[in-house]
């Protein structure tokens, strides 16, 4: 009996038979439980930058903030700490306060923020996670 021409397999199938099945539920999963063990890493790590706002005014606050998270961005930070100070000279409340909160809700970056422990500085500073994103758009 002569031999038989090879079997053509289409790609699809021949990716299964050398990866495995790919399961879009476990792969869900796997991302949830990274970001999740991602986030607790950082919650508990010192950050990787720190601004200091004190003595400027909001625009110059707010340029100071768009140059810090972008560079902290390209250099692979993780988390970083904004001072902005409590506003004790402001009056009713700290200008440098809402600029960045402000700044951090436009900032495609910032991820998840809070104030620091009161030995960090309280309700005076911040600490920024920042997003993840693919190198590619650095």
């Known amino acids: 009996m002569p031999p038989q021409p090879p079997q053509k397999i289409d790609p699809i199938t021949a990716w ?5 099945v790919y ?5 869900a999963e796997k991302m949830e ?12 790590a010192p950050p990787d930058a ?8 909001r625009h110059d606050a ?12 390209k250099r692979g930070c993780e988390k970083v700490l904004i001072i902005h100070g409590k506003g004790n000279n402001s009056g009713e409340d ?10 951090i809700e436009v900032c495609p970056y910032a991820g998840e923020s809070g104030h620091a ?3 960090q500085g309280g309700t005076g500073v911040l600490w920024v996670l920042l997003k993840k994103t693919d190198p590619e758009e650095l």
């Open 117 to 119: 422990h009161a030995r």
């Open 50 to 57: 720190t601004l200091d706002l004190h003595g400027l005014n």
């Open 94 to 103: 700290s200008v440098l306060k809402r600029v960045t909160l402000r700044f």
């Open 33 to 44: 439980a990274s970001s999740a063990e991602r986030r607790q890493r950082l919650m508990h």
């Open 62 to 73: 707010w340029a100071a903030l768009e140059d810090f998270f972008a560079n902290s961005k």
């Open 16 to 20: 299964i038979r050398i990866h495995g």
């Open 23 to 27: 399961d879009k539920d476990k792969e």
